[in-house]
């Protein structure tokens, strides 16, 4: 991300209520990644995926409730477009039906609804956060503060060490440390570029479904069901619309 800083050379303004407000987007940006595995853990992924991912019509809702932002009838279909197409994507009927109990129903609901909460609130004050200059610095250290917070909540709360040993996990960590720096970056610079868009952009970085569907299709052999490809189908064309909004 410090790249960037060939492009922009700005500093932000490190006063009490930036550095209180960087510290908080920290903690629950933490509290969010937390629950988030948690759910994916002990949760059914065809249930809590769907419930997480669907954040961005609660932002829409914050943000047109305390932003002010606008909604045009084609920002409405966009919307709807989208958030439908992660749902559809994302659920597994299939696999609900085939080992559904009600405790499943419990199980990594609770966490998938609070990620939707964190994050729903958390993503439109996150967008106005970074709309001044200087806002690739706060990305930088919104995750040292997340890093730092982990760390604490791992060796205190939990009293356990880190538990990273073996090249392998090292070397597949940093490979996924670097994808991740990379969709945080542009998402963050959507947000900071972005003006009345903030449901539009939400709704575009939340479309990972999308890729996990077409990955395991391609190197997992697995068969998507009608419904995925109708998902697949309803966000690709909420995607194309959505630069005209």
Request: net charge positive; proline share 2%; glycine share 8%.
């Amino acid at each position: 991300m410090a790249i960037y800083f060939f492009n922009d050379h700005s500093i932000p303004s490190f006063d009490l209520k930036n550095i209180i407000s960087i510290l908080l987007f920290g903690f629950f940006n933490m509290v969010g990644y937390l629950a988030l595995y948690k759910a994916f853990e002990v949760g059914k992924l065809s249930i809590v995926s769907p419930i997480s991912s669907s954040y961005a019509i609660l932002a829409s809702l914050v943000s047109f409730l305390f932003f002010g932002e606008t909604f045009t009838s084609l920002k409405i279909i966009t919307l709807v477009l989208i958030i439908c197409g992660i749902i559809l994507t994302a659920l597994d009927i299939k696999g609900i039906r085939n080992g559904l109990n009600l405790r499943d129903l419990s199980k990594g609901v609770p966490e998938a609804l609070l990620v939707f909460l964190i994050f729903g609130i958390y993503v439109p004050f996150w967008d106005k956060f970074l709309g001044g200059s200087g806002w690739v610095i706060w990305v930088i250290l919104v995750r040292i503060i997340l890093a730092f917070f982990l760390v604490i909540y791992r060796k205190v709360i939990q009293r356990k060490d880190l538990g990273i040993s073996g090249k392998s996990l090292i070397y597949l960590l940093i490979f996924v440390a670097f994808f991740e720096a990379l969709a945080l970056f542009g998402s963050s610079w959507g947000y900071h570029a972005s003006f009345n868009t903030t449901s539009i952009v939400t709704a575009v970085t939340s479309t990972y479904p999308l890729i996990t569907a077409i990955l395991a299709f391609i190197f997992l052999k697995e068969r998507l069901a009608k419904y995925q490809y109708v998902g697949i189908a309803l966000i690709i064309l909420g995607l194309a619309i959505s630069p005209f909004v």
